[in-house]
């Protein structure tokens, strides 16, 4: 129920910018985010860590997830980012929408 509560309080109802397809960010503040790290004993299951990025990381949505799959809540939630050096991420999208401005290639 925590969880579900926390959901309902950052609902983002509108599209925004992260809504487009193949837009980029810009980190304007320290993001945290959490990346998968595969064991080298096939027994134990990845573990999910956590990361900071920097302000000015560059980054593209990969994937988005939505919220409470098979209800009528169609939410974005969980996305899955990947930055310039190719290393991808998960991440929530308010903080990332909150975190970040969309990237414009001035070359």
């Given at each position: 129920?925590?969880?579900?509560?926390?959901?309902?309080?950052?609902?983002?109802?509108?599209?925004?910018?992260?809504?487009?397809?193949?837009?980029?960010?810009?980190?304007?503040?320290?993001?945290?985010?959490?990346?998968?790290?595969?064991?080298?004993?096939?027994?134990?299951?990845?573990?999910?860590?956590?990361?900071?990025?920097?302000?000015?990381?560059?980054?593209?949505?990969?994937?988005?997830?939505?919220d409470f799959e098979g209800s009528?809540?169609?939410?974005?939630?969980?996305?899955?980012?990947?930055?310039?050096?190719?290393?991808?991420?998960d991440v929530m999208y308010p903080e990332l929408l909150n975190a970040?401005?969309?990237?414009?290639?001035?070359?």
């Amino acid at each position: 129920m925590q969880y579900q509560s926390a959901v309902s309080a950052r609902q983002i109802f509108e599209p925004t910018w992260m809504d487009k397809s193949g837009v980029q960010f810009e980190l304007k503040y320290s993001l945290e985010v959490h990346e998968w790290i595969h064991n080298d004993d096939t027994q134990k299951p990845a573990e999910l860590i956590p990361i900071f990025l920097p302000i000015g990381t560059i980054g593209k949505i990969k994937t988005l997830s939505w919220d409470f799959e098979g209800s009528d809540d169609k939410q974005y939630w969980m996305m899955e980012i990947e930055t310039v050096d190719g290393r991808c991420y998960d991440v929530m999208y308010p903080e990332l929408l909150n975190a970040a401005v969309e990237y414009q290639d001035e070359t």
